[in-house]
């Protein structure tokens, strides 16, 4: 442990460590940060060594407890600043594209869609990017995927089969109409409810 580490560690265990008054919880704060800046190691030997040293009147068991409850804490916080430090954001781990293998899987997989997002659907399986806000469309070569970013669900056809992709929307999701009627349709009977 480097000398600063050391200094901080002991300063937090002089006084009262097992206090949680705000100023010991600074101390403890400011050691588990020097630590972290020096890219130290706490071990469960250096807090017993400074302990029986700075309080000779704790026993055994109290120490014993008391390095236990602290070392993890040291652990998370240590990890935390780590984390903090690495550039990895969460979003890295929120893009990862679940692939669905059809769209009546992809359909399963995204639950209960709105007739905004269906509509919004069928005009990214067409290819019309334009003004897409549910749906990300990736063209490369003859696949097109359709990635649901709300979710972060997608599918692949081949560009070949658009129609029968859409067909299978229209039969399952839209009572058979084609996407501009229904969409009309389920628009009308919205604004009929409001009145």
Known sequence: MKKDTLIKMNNWLSLYPDSTHPL???RFFDFVREACLQKDKITETDLKHSLTELHPEWSDTKIDRFIDEKTALIENLMDFY????????IDDEQNEIWNADSLEDFMEAVGDLNYHEIYELVQAIE???EALTFFEVIDKED???IIYVVL???FKFSTSDVDKQV????????DGLDAE???GFQYAMERNKDE
């Open 167 to 174: 067909s299978w929307l229209e039969d399952n999701y839209m």
């Open 181 to 183: 009627s229904w969409y």
């Open 152 to 154: 972060n669900i997608s």
């Open 143 to 145: 696949t097109r995927t």
């Open 24 to 26: 010991d919880e600074q």
């Open 82 to 89: 780590d984390f903090c430090i690495s550039n990895v954001s």
């Open 127 to 129: 290819g019309n990017v």
